[in-house]
C-alpha cells in the first residue's frame, strides 16, 4: 500500500513538472508571435516619395532608406505584401518592382509626377498576383482618371505591366484615394469630378474595375483656374468619412460622411478661409483632422487641428487651431505612418516633420518640425498614397465586418 501511494504521489509530481514545462512553452511561443507581429507592418511597410527618399517601418521604428529610385515633385504610391516585403512603386509615369527595377512595361503610365496623387496602388480581389495601378493627370487635363494592370507572377515573380492607361473618366482633379468595401473585400476608388460638385466612386471586385461609378453630387464645386484641382482627398482609419484639401489662395478644407456599402458621399462640411491647403490627415482615433496650410504673412508652412468631436459643423470649423509653424516655406502631404504617428512632407528638405502624439488636442499633438532625418535624401510635396484598410490583414482575403 504505501509502495502504490508513493508511485501515485511521484506520477502527479511528474505531470505537474509536465504542465509546467509546457505552460512555459506556450508561453514563449506567444511572446515569439508577438515579437514578429511588431516587426510584420504588412503592406504599409515600405515608402518612397520626394528625392530619392524612403522609409521602411519595422513595430515603432522607421528607418530611412536611400535605396529608392524614385524622384517625383508631389505624387507617388508604393505597396508591400503583408510581412512587408517591397512590391512594387511609381510616381504615375514609372514603375519599380521590389527590386528597384523598372518592370517591363513600366514607363508611360499617363499620371503625372507633379500630380497630387499621382497613383494609387491596389490589389485585386479574389487574387494574389493582380494588382491595379490608378492614376490622375495633373491639373484636370485630358488624360484624366486611368488604371494599368500589374501582374506580380510575371518577370520571374518580380511583375510586368500586362495592361496600361485604361481611361475611366476625365476631367478629374488630383484627388485619388480608395477605401475598403464594407464586405471586407472589394474596394471603392474615389476621385472627384473637375468643373463639378460629383464624388466619384468606383467599384473594383474580382470582376474587375466597374464601367459606371456612384456619382454623388454634395459639398462645392471643385474648378475655376486649373491649379484648384490641387490638394489630397483621404479617408479616416475607419473609412466613414473623407477629407479634401481645395488648394488656393483663398483655400477650403471639405469633410463628407462615406458609406462604405453603397459607395455614396454625404454631409459636407466647409472649413474656409485658408491658404494653400494641400495635405490632410485624421489621427488614428479618427476624432482629428490635421490639414497643412502655407501662410503667406508669416512666410512658412503651418498645420491646422480640427476636433471633429466639437458638435456641429459650425463649432468643428470655430475648433481650429494652429498647433505648429515649420521652419520650411512650404508644407505639402500629411500621411499617417504604420506606427501611429503624422509624417509632414517639407518641400526640398532632408527632414520630415512629426506629429507624434495625433489623438491629442491642440499642442498636445507634439509637433516636431525636424523629426525624421531622410539619411540625405530630400522631401518634396508628397508622401506616399494609400488606401484605407490596406493594413487590415491579407487583402486577398474575404472578412467579414
Known sequence: MHLALGLQIARLRIKGAIMTILKHFVAAVILCVGSFSAFAQGETANWYFGKNAGITFKGDSAIAQTNGRLVTEEGSATLSDKNGNLLLYTNGITV???KHRVMPNGNGLMG???STQSALILPKPG???TFYIFTTDIQAQSDGLRYSVVDLSKAGGTGDIVSRNVFMIAPVT??????RHSNGRDWWVLAHRWNSNAYIAYLVSADGVSVEPVMSNVGTVHGGPNRKAIGYLVPSPDGSRLAAALWNDDSNFEILDFNRSTGEVSNPILLKGYTEA???AFSPDGTKLYGTTNNGKVGKGQIVQFDLKAGNAAAVSKSAVVVATSGSPTLGALALGPDGKIYVARKDNNYLGVISK???KGVASTYTDDGFYLAG???DLGLPNFAQGI?????HKTTSR
Do not use: F
Not at 493594413?391 to 487583402?395: D, M, Y
Open 278 to 280: 494641400y495635405g490632410v
Open 174 to 179: 488630383e484627388k485619388l484615394t480608395a477605401v
Open 377 to 379: 535624401r530630400k522631401s
Open 127 to 129: 487574387t494574389d498576383s
Open 112 to 114: 503625372g509626377k507633379s
Open 96 to 98: 519599380w518592382n521590389g
Open 358 to 360: 495625433p489623438d491629442l
Open 391 to 395: 493594413r487590415t490583414g491579407s487583402p
